[in-house]
Nanobody
Framework: QVQLVESGGGLVQPGGSLRLSCAAS????????MEWYRQAPGKQREWVARISTSGITNYAESVKGRFAISRDNAKSTLYLQMNSLKPEDTAVYYC??????WGQGTQVTVSS
């Protein structure tokens, strides 16, 4: 079955950077668009970024210019480079496949 496993979360100070990874298995990774979502405490899950099979990217306005989504099809891995992090970026970050699979999430906390 499809497995998506996120990693790379942690505690970072405002203005800092983190790189999240999502390792995929049980699917033809290169054949599906992939996305990142996040869910802050007490809030609904929100879409963050999308990358197509050809590498075209789209971002939520709140992260545009600070976050970068990428993929390595040879490694079946999705990435999210997060720069200039703000306290409001604190959330559990999830990767999502176009066919509806979710990872378990990785916690990102931005705090001084």
């Amino acid at each position: 079955q499809v497995q998506l496993v996120e990693s790379g979360g942690g505690l970072v100070q405002p203005g800092g950077s983190l790189r999240l990874s999502c390792a995929a298995s049980g699917m033809i990774f290169g054949a599906e668009p992939m996305e990142w979502y996040r869910q802050a405490p007490g809030k609904q899950r929100e879409w963050v970024a999308r990358i197509s099979t050809s590498g075209i990217t789209n971002y939520a306005e709140s992260v545009k210019g600070r976050f970068a989504i990428s993929r390595d099809n040879a490694k079946s891995t999705l990435y999210l480079q997060m720069n200039s992090l703000k306290p409001e970026d604190t959330a559990v970050y999830y990767c999502h496949s176009w066919t509806g699979n979710w990872g378990q999430g990785t916690q990102v906390t931005v705090s001084s």
